[in-house]
Each structure stands twice: as C-alpha cells, then as structure tokens.
C-alpha cells in the first residue's frame, strides 16, 4: 500500500469558519489530488497538483484553495465552510498524470 | 458532458460468479480503472484496461470495448470479504478520472 496519510480523520465544524485537511505522502509521487465524495455521486476532483507550488483546479474548486510546499505535503482549504461542503475527502497520489491513483483513508468532514 | 453509468446496486450468492457492467461517454479515452471500495474505507485499485479485450487477475477480470464504450467487471468464486462497492472510472483526454457512482455489491450466503 502507498504511503498516504490523511489529518484529521473526522471534523466537526461551523458554518462560516476555515478548515484545513493535510494529505501526506511517503512515496516522493509527483501528482496529488483532492476528491470529494458524496452518496449518490462518483468521486469528482476539487483541485490537483503536479509538482511543489504547481496546482491546477479540478471540476469542483469553487470554496476551495490548496497549496503545496513540499513534496510530501498536500493541504486542502475551506475560506469560509458551508453545510454543502459536508462530505468525505479523499487524497490521491500517482507519479504521473497517466499512472494509477492511490487513495488515503479519507477525512469525514461535517459542516453544521 | 461526460457520463459514467454503472448499476446501483446487485446481490449476489457466496460461490457464484457476478459481472458488474461500466458504459461510458467521455471527451477522450486513456484507459479505464476500476477500484473496490469498502464501506468507510478509501477506493482501492483493482484493475486497469487500455486496450479492448479481457484482463485476468485471480478471481476478478475486467473486460474493455472501446468501440462500444462497454467495460465490465466479473469476480468469481465470491466471498463474503467482496460485499463492497466498485468504482469504475475513466481517463479522459485531459488525464482527469470521471467516476461513476459505483455499484454496491451485496453478497448472500
């Protein structure tokens, strides 16, 4: 198994304040992805990266930012939360673009 | 707009042999992955298709037609372990993966 780690595993916020999900990763792979995941929907990327500092947005980026400053880590922020961001984040990892994508554990994240 | 369509959910017998069927539209093709994910767990990869035709892994084998933008996936021998969903996903032109929604597998004794 890849090594990729997610933090916090689950979080309880509010409407309104800013969160932070870390994706870390073991393996010196190039690419990392943020997913969300949601009943009834297949996973959709929220933003991806290609390289320390270089990030590109994925089909469902709006509310979100994210940043990379090391390989190893890939940080997803919420400005601002909404209870429409409630849902289930995931972190991929690949060594390139075309590769296969391996996911972390995931983080539950709840916006009331 | 690109679209992956996967049933919702199927049942199964512990023993028997399941095909889980993928149809896709997408802007381009680079390849086809399908992932088992078990309930609160992350997707786990299980296999990968480029090329028409069938791919064997053990007890799972997975089947491309690019012509008909038709994959499937076919596990033998079922055990209760593979009560799971699975993820079928493709590549489009851009490297980006388009999910379906999965298919919940639901396997009986």
């Known amino acids: 198994d890849a090594g990729i780690t997610q933090s916090p595993r689950h979080k309880v916020t509010e409407t309104g304040t800013p969160v932070t999900l870390r994706c870390h990763q073991t393996e010196n792979h190039r690419y990392m992805y943020w997913y969300r995941q949601d009943p009834g929907h297949g996973l959709r990327l929220i933003h991806y990266?290609?390289?320390?500092?270089?990030?590109d947005k994925g089909e469902v980026s709006d509310g979100y930012s994210v940043s990379r400053s090391k390989t190893e880590d890939f940080l997803l922020t919420l400005e601002s939360a909404t209870s429409s961001q409630t849902s289930v984040y995931f972190c991929?990892?690949?060594?390139?673009?075309?590769?296969?994508?391996?996911f972390g554990p995931g983080t539950r994240l709840t916006v009331l | 707009g690109q679209n992956i369509d996967q049933p919702t959910e199927m049942t199964a017998t512990e023993g028997a042999i399941v095909q889980i069927n993928c149809t896709y539209q997408t802007s381009g093709f680079n390849g086809l992955f399908w992932y088992q994910q078990h309930a609160g767990e992350a997707p786990t990869f299980l296999s990968y298709?480029?090329l028409d035709g069938l791919e064997e892994k053990g007890r799972f084998s997975s089947f491309l037609s690019r012509s008909k933008g038709y994959s499937y996936l076919l596990l033998k021998e079922l055990q209760m372990k593979d009560s799971a969903s699975y993820l079928c996903?493709?590549?489009?032109?851009?490297?980006?993966?388009?999910w379906g929604a999965g298919t919940k597998l639901i396997i009986k004794p």
């Open positions: 991929a990892i690949s060594e390139s673009d075309t590769d296969t994508q391996y």
């Open positions: 996903a493709v590549m489009d032109s851009n490297y980006q993966l388009i």
């Open positions: 990266s290609y390289g320390v500092k270089d990030t």
């Open positions: 298709n480029v």
